[in-house]
């Protein structure tokens, strides 16, 4: 039933921005922490960034400055605003929902960067 939609991945060049969003769809109560991972081919999968459920944020230190993460706490969204982007950023992101009993993966979307 539940499901988290990612949106917003694409091509584009260095420099370029792109914003991804992820939706729940379903009912997941009690949702905590939001998060975006990515992995990169041949790489394991990594933290991108975090947002608790008050706001607080971390960023890994690859991404600081040029990502940005937000949440929209009444649509159970969350985004994260690629800026500056270079093609060491070029991965499958995946965003993850924590809920009150388990946690819960988007379906990826591809991000290619070009040099």
């Known amino acids: 039933q539940v499901r988290l939609v990612e949106s917003g991945g694409g091509l584009v060049q260095a420099g370029g921005s792109l914003r991804l969003s992820c939706a729940a769809s379903g009912t997941i109560f009690s949702i905590d922490a939001m998060g975006w991972y990515r992995q990169a081919l041949g790489n394991q999968r990594e933290l991108v960034a975090r947002?608790?459920?008050?706001?607080?944020?971390n960023y890994a230190d690859s991404v600081k400055g040029r990502f940005t993460i937000s949440r929209d706490n009444a649509k159970n969204t969350v985004f994260l605003q690629m800026n500056s982007l270079k093609p060491e950023d070029t991965a499958v992101y995946y965003c993850?929902?924590?809920?009150?009993?388990?946690?819960?993966w988007g379906q990826g979307t591809q991000v290619s960067v070009s040099s």
């Open positions: 993850r929902v924590q809920g009150a009993r388990t946690y819960y």
């Open positions: 947002i608790g459920s008050g706001g607080s944020t």
